[in-house]
């Protein structure tokens, strides 16, 4: 009887295309994580290299965005490369998404609207709310690296200026627009204490670098981008991606000058480790 019963819930919710549990779980996996680090690294990258770990959750959304017509299929290749970013960002403007959240990088709301049906997404990356620490703006998840890094160094951190501030410094170009960006005060610090913050937040996710007057028209300072944050706006994101990648993220497309940290992980691998 019971085998029965089992048989025609199955019959019904195929005649009302409704998937059964046996089905919704043969969905693929894709890694939001493996996803947002593709997303950063790949666009930097000189050659169409896959960023490892990511190919089989970038083909999800590649496969995903080409049966939308956003995406040839050239192009469906598991590198989260420049066309793949245009195509998400066009995904992105279509659900009504504008500016800074139409950028191509995926969110957790468009990347499991994306998926519908096709795949399901673990390891969901959020920015969460976004509130004031330190007299400057940040998201949750960025308050929480920061006092991380607070806590390892047995110190108070100075925000000079935080995020979702477009517009607000012109020597910026435009990181500061979106989450997941700080520049820390380092005054009256010694050359050793500037790095040993920067490798702090470095080991917290944060791709971190001492910034110099030489480099800019700036004052010393460190400059903070907290890896794999889905606001990021779109310089923040190729800063991301040059740090992965070895360099310091500047115009000049220079050395990483900032202290070696190995692995170089986000906020999520930190709590995991």
Not at 43 to 59: C, E, H, I, M, N
Not at 155 to 179: E, F, I, K, M
């Amino acid at each position: 009887m019971f085998t029965k019963i089992i048989a025609l819930a199955a019959a019904v919710a195929a005649s009302l295309s409704v998937a059964t549990p046996a089905q919704a779980a043969a969905l693929p996996l894709v890694n939001m994580e493996a996803v947002l680090k593709a997303a950063q690294i790949d666009p930097r990258r000189p050659d169409t290299a896959l960023t490892p770990g990511s190919k089989d959750s970038v083909l999800g959304v590649e496969r995903a965005l080409a049966a939308k017509g956003l995406l040839d299929a050239q192009y469906v290749d598991g590198h989260f490369g420049t066309s793949t970013i245009s195509a998400y960002a066009a995904y992105q403007r279509s659900l009504g998404y504008t500016g800074i959240d139409a950028s191509g990088l995926p969110g957790p709301t468009s990347l499991k609207s994306l998926g519908d049906a096709r795949y399901t997404v673990d390891h969901v990356v959020t920015a969460g709310a976004k509130i004031t620490y330190h007299g400057g703006l940040m998201n949750a998840r960025t308050k929480a690296m920061l006092i991380a890094a607070e806590g390892a160094l047995g110190r108070s951190l100075t925000v000079s200026q935080g995020s979702y501030n477009p517009g607000g410094d012109p020597t910026s170009a435009g990181t500061h627009d979106g989450g997941g960006v700080l520049d820390i005060s380092v005054d009256g610090m010694t050359a050793a204490t500037r790095t040993t913050i920067a490798r702090e937040l470095r080991e917290v996710g944060f791709a971190a670098w001492v910034r110099t007057p030489s480099q800019g028209d700036w004052p010393f300072h460190i400059h903070a981008v907290a890896l794999a944050d889905p606001d990021q706006s779109t310089q923040a994101q190729h800063q991301s991606g040059d740090y992965y990648l070895g360099f310091n993220g500047l115009a000049n497309h220079a050395a990483d000058d900032g202290p070696a940290v190995t692995p170089k992980q986000t906020w999520e691998e930190f709590q995991r480790s």
